[in-house]
């Protein structure tokens, strides 16, 4: 090489080394060939034993759908997504990981070569987020004071004043709210969840207001969309004792469907199948651990793997092994109450989340979403095809009181269905006993 | 001239005080990368090895910030912040580089103590 080119493969690998942006060339298969420094600065955490070497098994835990999008993309040439946004969160192992926003743009090159750039755009997302929520409840000013519900809350989230306004919207009278948790009258765990009503209340006193969204309950058992806003009302006085106290305004936002929990939704489903996306299922999920803890309410799990899934998607091809997928999901979306969390956590596996069930409970369920299953026929041009899955239950108790530690369990018991011969459900009912 | 004993100069056994003494012809022809940086995090030692694992003349990189401009992907908690955590530091870890942009499985020495400089040694 002349002095001239080799100063320029320098400035070149340079320019590289210290781009601000992540970027790779990958095949088909997902193999990485090229990749700098920054990219593997973002991909190296979330891959279990801290190696990057394949874009499709580091990512199917968060966006398995990205194959999808590459194989279903016909010219050879061309932008294949464009600053989509994947949530991650970092292996459990490591301490201080939390849930991060990737936006991935992804080019083909060529029949074979792929190119993607990654960046960590979380506070951004983040800051968009409470941007719009803020907009939305200033609009929402306008169309009139009546949809509100005012509540006092203390700084450990105990209501300690109602009026009428909440009788109107909930159909809970002021003497039935007040010394309860405004925490218990949230439904189900979508919205509100990430962060607990003492946290929010914590952010309020330290930024003057916290504005979140999620379903509330009605009296009749309903459950609405609302908008919550917590704001301080008055700071703890000691010279007359007066304690802290913090205002709940709480909309419903039932009919006026917001953006923002449309934006959330797609940042947390399968977008292939519609289950929850494994990120948010650690997320919400760990918050009914909490909860089913705190209201001594049984919480049960089901882990289930699609058998022998590779062979479908070696003899028929992934696409119909994502009408598997789908199919599946289908089946238990019908089977499952709207309470109930599914979630795909990995490429061929699923979990189920069965809040106010046991052990029993849940294999009940299992048996039936088993059935449904292997009695589904599914074609692929001539062939008719038949899957069956293998399901293990469990339910919530001391030694497994955690997300991860349930799931763990449930896992166990997954793989001695399949040991013992598959399309079988495995189900701890020892607590039943106790 | 045998300023210093040659034995004990490979990855796992090379001290602090020996990647400070010898020279910086030594440091060239030691068969692992060393890097060596101040204070500032800005490269001072940048020797043969490593210079051609890399493919940057050692000129092109010494006096920059290693995490900035050469290795944003050690710029986390398993090495920057060990460096910053860890006043006494001598940790051999598997790691994954990525010389000329390929993905790379390596073994990293960080070494770290009353010398002026720390090291991170690299072993392909």
Known sequence: MDPGQEAETTELLQFLYACPVGLMEFSRDGDIALINPLAMQLLMPLSPEGFAVNFYSLMESFAPELRNMVDNFSPNQGTICDNQHILVRPGSKQTGTEARV??????????????????????QVAQAKRLSQAETWLASLLDGINDFATLSVDEHGIIIGADGSMFRQSGFAASETIGLELESFTAHSEGFETISVVDQIAIAKQQGWYLSEGWQRKKGGEAYWSQRLISVRNDADPADLRPAAYTALIRDVTRHKSDTGKLLHMLRK?????AWNRAHFFEAGEAECIRAERYGQPLAMIAIDIDHFKKVNDTYGHAVGDDVLMAFSQICTNLLRPNDMIARVGGEEFAILLPSTDAEGAANIAKRIRSALAAMRLHAGDHTITVTASFGCMQMHPQASSLAEMLAVADTLLYKAKHAGRNRVEADLTLEAA | ????????????????????????????????????????????????????????????????????????????????????????LDAELPYVLTFRMRPTRARLRLLQGAAPLKYILIQR
Request: charged letters at 15%; glycine letters at 6%; hydrophobic letters at 45%.
């Open chain 1, 102 to 123: 990737l936006s991935c743009t992804i080019v083909r090159l060529a029949a074979n070569r792929f190119i993607a750039s990654l960046a960590d755009v979380s506070k």
């Open chain 1, 270 to 274: 399968d977008y292939l199948t519609g």
């Open chain 2, 1 to 88: 001239m045998t300023a210093v004993n040659s034995e004990g100069l490979d990855f796992s056994h090379i001290s602090l005080d020996q990647l400070s003494a010898i020279s910086a012809l030594e440091l060239d022809r030691l068969p692992f990368g060393v890097v060596g940086l101040g204070c500032d995090n800005l490269v001072q030692v940048y020797n043969r090895t490593e210079s051609q694992l890399a493919g940057l003349p050692a000129g092109a990189v010494i006096g920059n910030d290693f995490f900035i401009s050469i290795a944003q992907c050690m710029n986390n908690f398993m090495v920057a912040q060990r460096f910053q955590d860890e006043a006494e």
